[in-house]
């Protein structure tokens, strides 16, 4: 592992692309928690009564949640990591 | 056991969910630094080809009319021919860049589609005016599209992109079977 590799890591975490980056993924996990608490009926596991599988399976502010945590978890870091590399190979 | 119309509805909003934030997270790094991960390249087109191919089973367990199963499978082969042209792009089968006009050619397909198909007023029903945004959606979604094959790092187009990916999640998110549209709910669009 390149002893460079850190710095680069820590300055390319502070530009503008890497932090709109960053905060996709928790700006749409809050945009599903807020949709969630506008239209708490959108979740059916707060009353399950009544409702069959795939109401219960599907709830589309959970998803919205999911989807946040997978792109931030997933998606963001490598990019992260591959724009402190294509920096540090263009500002060696 | 197959699900309600509104749950596939809403499973497709989070294709479209995925794909938005995919082209969001590609417009601000630019497509250079996107494509130093070959997965990452391939996400956008597979994911459209995947739910091309899942359009199949909905053209055929949940259409009820004759006009509403043609516009089903008219989506399922415009996504279909778009994702499989930029696959072939970015394995770098395909030459030619011309193939990139699939995806104008498949939004300006669906966008038609969806407004042909949908023969209630806007304030019908929730359904009617999702169809509408849906349909002019897709259309706003082509002409920026057809703007990308001619400026393709533009940062404007491809935000518009991800925006118009967006925008399709949004409005499938909202999909109910039967619901009013801004309190409008027309007596014929059956019961909730």
């Given at each position: 592992m390149s002893t460079q590799a850190l710095p680069d890591l820590e300055r390319s975490r502070r530009s503008p692309a890497v932090v709109a980056v960053s905060l996709i993924g928790p700006l749409t996990v809050v945009a599903g928690g807020v949709w969630a608490f506008?239209?708490?009926y959108r979740l059916t596991f707060l009353d399950p009564a009544g409702h069959g599988f795939w109401s219960l399976a599907?709830?589309?502010?959970?998803?919205?949640?999911l989807v946040g945590v997978l792109f931030h978890l997933v998606v963001a870091p490598g990019i992260v990591e591959d724009v402190a590399a294509a920096e540090a190979e263009t500002d060696p | 056991m197959i699900p309600p119309a509104e749950t596939v509805h809403w499973l497709f909003a989070t294709g479209f969910l995925v794909l938005g934030l995919c082209q969001l997270g590609e417009t601000l790094v630019g497509s250079t630094v996107?494509?130093?991960r070959r997965w990452r390249a391939y996400l956008w087109p597979a994911t459209a080809f995947g739910m091309g191919l899942f359009m199949w089973p909905v053209m055929v367990f949940?259409?009820?009319s004759a006009i509403h199963m043609l516009a089903h499978g008219v989506w399922a082969q415009a996504m279909m021919v778009a994702g499989a042209a930029q696959l072939g792009l970015v394995r770098g089968k395909l030459q030619n860049q011309l193939w990139n006009l699939t995806v104008p050619f498949a939004l300006a397909v669906s966008g038609a589609a969806f407004l042909i198909h949908e023969q209630n007023p806007w304030l019908f029903s929730r359904a009617a005016f999702l169809h509408h945004a849906l349909g002019w959606t897709a259309l706003v979604g082509a002409g920026i599209t057809l703007s990308l094959c001619v400026?393709?790092?533009s940062p404007v187009f491809n935000a518009g992109f991800a925006l118009v990916f967006l925008a399709f999640a949004t409005?499938?998110?909202?999909?109910r079977n039967v619901a009013p549209i801004f309190g409008h709910l027309s007596p014929?669009?059956?019961?909730r």
């Open positions: 506008v239209q708490p599907v709830e589309p502010p959970l998803l919205v949640v | 996107w494509e130093r949940f259409t009820s400026r393709p790092r409005l499938l998110f909202c999909d014929l669009a059956g019961t």
